[in-house]
């Protein structure tokens, strides 16, 4: 009884050596992630920034773009009515080269759309900085948390991984590994019917 | 039946810049009666208004998702055979599989071509 009384003595004794320790270590952890916290607000500041600032010159290009999509059309529309003035009048030549300048106008009318197109990345890159800006902002009401309560130890549902931010990093993540391209969503449209 | 380049189509889409584009490349196509939605709330909300012809929609969108909205309008009688072209940079097969099941009409993953959103609207209105 005695010897069972000291060793259970002995076991409250380590495992209040454990617990001091590991306040102590919180203790000194707690300056670092009450630093992080307070940055992460900063951060999440700055994307959100970064996705403006895509999406202004984005607009801008396209404002531009539009531009001279509209003067093409006006330019084709002109050279069309000279040309057709010129073959009437029996100058084949000149409206031949009239005609060869509107084929060259319509192939910049073609790189104008793709430009158009290609700008579609700013959607993307505003999508995935949406993503990160709410991964931030989660992982710093948990960092919070985490100080308040003054324990690291994560309870069974959040280890689990269900939270929002665990959520949209997963998204992240399949998005690199998993994303179809038009291709393959084709196959699989036409598995579905769809010719 | 050929599309018609008079249809009523509308855009829906929270991004600013993709409605623009595909505005512009529906423009470039032949079409120019374009109307624009920023989410799928306000999007059912115009259709329920107007007479619309097709839909061209994102999928991730505040209020109301794209494909809440498809289920929206193949529920809803008045609406039920409006084309809907979903245009969406949610590329997982599995997202694919739901639009199909929704009633999406076709599929286009971003980023995209000219190409090959005239080639969609060409098997759409074939």
């Known amino acids: ?195 | 039946m050929p599309a018609d380049p008079n249809m009523k189509i509308l855009v829906v889409d929270d991004m600013v810049t993709m409605r623009k584009i595909v505005k512009n490349i529906l423009k470039q196509l032949g079409f120019s009666n374009i109307d624009e939605a920023e989410n799928g709330q306000e999007g059912l909300q115009k259709l329920r208004d107007g007479s619309y012809n097709f839909v061209v929609s994102d999928w991730n969108m505040p209020v109301m998702t794209g494909i809440d909205m498809l289920r929206a309008i193949r529920a809803d009688e008045k609406l039920k055979s409006i084309p809907v072209l979903m245009v969406t940079a949610e590329a997982q097969q599995s997202n694919l599989i739901e639009a199909v099941q929704a009633g999406v009409s076709n599929y286009i993953v971003k980023p995209f071509t000219a190409e090959t959103m005239q080639e969609k609207i060409g098997k759409i209105f074939k």
């Open chain 1, 1 to 195: 009884m005695e010897t069972q009384g000291h060793k259970l003595y002995e076991e409250l004794g380590s495992l209040a050596r454990f617990v001091d320790n590991a306040m102590n270590a919180i203790s000194s952890a707690t300056p670092q992630i009450m630093s992080s916290s307070t940055q992460l607000p900063t951060a999440a500041a700055h994307l959100t920034d970064l996705k403006k600032m895509t999406e202004d010159g984005t607009l801008e290009v396209m404002r531009l773009t539009e531009l001279v999509q509209d003067s093409h059309a006006q330019m084709a529309k002109e050279l069309s009515g000279v040309a057709d003035v010129l073959k009437a009048m029996d100058c084949v030549t000149l409206a031949g080269r009239l005609e060869q300048v509107r084929v060259l106008l319509g192939q910049d009318e073609k790189h104008l759309m793709e430009i158009m197109t290609t700008l579609s990345f700013q959607d993307l890159v505003a999508q995935r900085v949406k993503k990160l800006v709410t991964i931030l902002d989660e992982v710093q009401t948990k960092l919070v948390e985490l100080v308040v309560v003054f324990g690291l130890q994560r309870n069974g549902n959040e280890a689990a991984g269900t939270g929002i931010a665990d959520q949209m990093l997963k998204q992240l993540e399949q998005s690199k590994t998993t994303a179809m391209k038009q291709q393959v969503a084709d196959d699989l449209l036409a598995q579905f019917g769809f010719k």
